[in-house]
């Protein structure tokens, strides 16, 4: 046989609990900051998208408008005019109509013509384009790794400018190659989230060397004005989506070719021309609807970058570092409170603080498009499914220990509060200031040799029961019964203030249930009953000593002691419970008579004895008082 066998496997180092729960700790608050600043833009991971539009859609609002319109050629529109495509030179008039008739500032179509058509439409679309205030569309294609490159017209609008600036495009849709010098034309391109709903839009796209804005950008700059501040990084921009489709003002195509609609409804405003028509296709998913025109979206961008750019955007909070100082707070909260409440608390807790951060998160997101919504939750449901668990395993290992140690002779109410201690070990032998009470029955052995066993032994348990039941009561630690009596402490395990008050009140119950029990043996023809107590107080170790094969949880130390020899002392006395310096010294709610001084057996100096200032004892007192001899042995 190995010596290993022989020895036995050496057990590997526990690691201690501390450890452990910093370790959960710092897991959780890593995964909120990794949440906040690390985690790829669009993902779907802890569902932090999803939360978000939820609080667009409670945020979104139908208040109109007034600075830009729609025009749709919706069904209606190709019902009265014919099915799309329509000829140029319809969509020259409906662009002129808008720029002359009804004074729009600027037209942005929302559809890209990469073929030639009829040369009259083609060639005033063409002039709109370079000098009166039309903006084009192109398409890029931002799809990575695809089978081919999609390239189709001829790019325009374009400005040299480095690749970190702007979003990096593989293909692209552009108008025919007769318009490439048209200045202001757009991308309508995006890029979906994973779950295929749109979110943000490249304000700028690269392609190939040069910078081409978005169609939102395009149509601001058309008209002259800067877009400012609104253009600036990031260069994929989160659409607010702060307002509903309805709060645009849209129009049908084929009212404005009529001229059916009001002047004053186009005046002075930007111009965005696309369809909602089913047949079209131009239909995606946002936060506020599974099915919403591409223009739509569009309009929100423009709207999103009017609002910056004329300073009413809300000001902006720093989301990121709010959601990280909640989720520090909250895991610091946490690791201090979960390893002293129950699970169920500890559960509730975790609740209240996400609840918490939910409210808080949509309050941010009224001014930061950016922060994660979800990061101090998912720290929460980490601890929720980590922490709590691991708690509730260290509570259940302890609560046996604790119950196969002190559940004989231990206090409910102590086992309970042990429980919800924070102690590493609490059953480890530590100095503390307790008190000792020792009692037994005066002539036990007398009493019980005239009796048959069975009566003897029925003595003995009413007896103890008469001692025991108030230490309990009281809150005491039972350390041991000693044939006809027991010794009891209190101040430990938990260490209590009252504890020279507990053991007293112990002690007047302890006499008043032996003065009853005896006066029932009286009537019944049996001798009567007198117990004997000694109380005393002081520093102690008390903690679970013993062996591998044995242990107990018990007080030893000088007060210990002293309290064994005034109990002994109290067989010469009239009192039935004889108390120690200490024990005066440390109540609060009792008074005491002094009996003088005696030299207890293994001490070199005397010692002052007392008894509680009321007579508690039941013993008869003999027919001449015993005085008490000073400085009797």
């Known amino acids: 046989m190995n010596n290993a066998l022989k020895t036995g496997a050496r057990r590997l180092p526990a690691v201690p609990a501390f450890a452990i729960r910093a370790a959960i700790a710092a897991a959780a608050l890593g995964l909120a900051l990794w949440a906040q600043w690390l985690a790829p833009a669009g993902g779907s991971l802890f569902a932090d998208e999803w939360l978000r539009d939820r609080y667009i859609r409670i945020h979104s609002n139908n208040t109109p408008e007034p600075r830009l319109l729609v025009v749709d050629i919706d069904e209606a529109s190709m019902a009265e005019l014919g099915p799309w495509p329509w000829p140029r030179a319809r969509l020259a008039d409906l662009v002129e109509i808008l720029l002359t008739t009804y004074s729009a500032r600027a037209v942005a179509l929302d559809i890209v013509l990469p073929n030639p058509a009829d040369a009259e439409g083609d060639q005033r679309l063409s002039l709109l384009a370079r000098h009166g205030g039309l903006v084009l569309a192109q398409a890029f294609d931002f799809t990575q790794g695809g089978p081919f490159e999609l390239r189709q017209g001829r790019l325009a609008g374009g400005r040299p400018g480095p690749a970190a600036g702007g979003v990096p495009a593989t293909g692209y849709i552009a108008n025919q190659p007769a318009w490439a010098d048209a200045p202001h034309v757009g991308n309508i391109g995006f890029i979906p989230d994973q779950d295929g709903a749109l979110r943000r839009v490249p304000l700028w796209t690269s392609f190939e060397g040069r910078l081409y804005p978005a169609l939102s950008l395009a149509l601001i700059s058309c008209c002259g004005q800067s877009p400012g501040a609104a253009a600036a990084a990031p260069v994929l921009r989160r659409v607010r989506f702060e307002r509903d489709w309805s709060a645009f003002t849209v129009v049908a195509a084929a009212d404005v070719l009529a001229r059916r609609i009001a002047p004053a409804s186009a005046a002075g405003r930007l111009v965005l021309v696309g369809s909602s028509s089913l047949g079209l296709g131009d239909l995606v998913t946002t936060p506020l609807s599974a099915k919403r025109p591409g223009l739509g979206v569009q309009a929100a961008m423009v709207s999103t970058l009017l609002d910056q750019q004329q300073g009413r955007a809300t000001a902006p909070w720093p989301g990121r570092w709010i959601g990280s100082l909640y989720a520090l707070l909250s895991v610091m909260l946490a690791a201090w409170t979960l390893p002293r409440v129950s699970a169920a608390l500890s559960v509730g807790l ?13 309050l941010i997101s009224l001014h930061d498009a950016d922060f994660s919504t979800t990061g101090p939750l998912a720290s929460c449901v980490f601890l929720l499914a980590v922490a709590v668990p691991y708690q509730w395993q260290l509570s259940q290992r302890k609560s046996r220990r604790l119950l196969d140690t002190l559940r004989q002779y231990v206090a409910p109410a102590v086992v309970e509060q042990l429980l919800r201690s924070d102690l590493a070990d609490p059953l480890a032998p530590r100095q503390l200031d307790v008190t000792t009470l020792i009692a037994d029955m005066e002539g036990y052995t007398t009493q019980v040799e005239a009796l048959p066993v069975g009566e003897a032994a029925e003595l003995t348990r009413a007896f103890l029961e008469c001692l025991t039941g108030p230490v ?24 209590n203030a009252d504890h020279a008050d507990l053991a007293l009140e112990a002690a007047a119950a302890i006499v008043l249930r032996v003065s009853a029990l005896s006066k029932a043996r009286v009537r019944a023809g049996k001798a009567p009953l007198r117990v004997r107590i000694g109380i005393e107080s002081g520093l102690a170790f008390a903690g679970d000593f013993g062996t591998a094969f044995r242990s107990i949880y018990t007080a030893v130390g000088d007060s210990v002691n002293t309290a064994s020899r005034l109990e002994q002392a109290a067989r010469d006395l009239p009192h039935d419970i004889i108390i120690g310096a200490g024990t005066v010294a440390r109540a609060r709610r009792h008074h005491f008579l002094p009996l003088g001084e005696r030299l207890l057996r293994g001490k070199e100096k005397p010692t002052t004895l007392y008894t509680v200032e009321a007579r508690m004892d039941i013993s008869t007192p003999p027919t001449t008082p015993r005085d008490l001899p000073e400085h009797a042995a």
């Open 350 to 362: 975790l609740a209240a603080l996400s609840l918490c951060w939910l409210t808080l998160a949509y």
């Open 472 to 495: 309990i009561d009281q809150g005491g630690t039972l350390d041991k019964y000693t044939g006809d009596g027991l010794v009891a402490f209190w101040g430990a395990p938990l260490p």
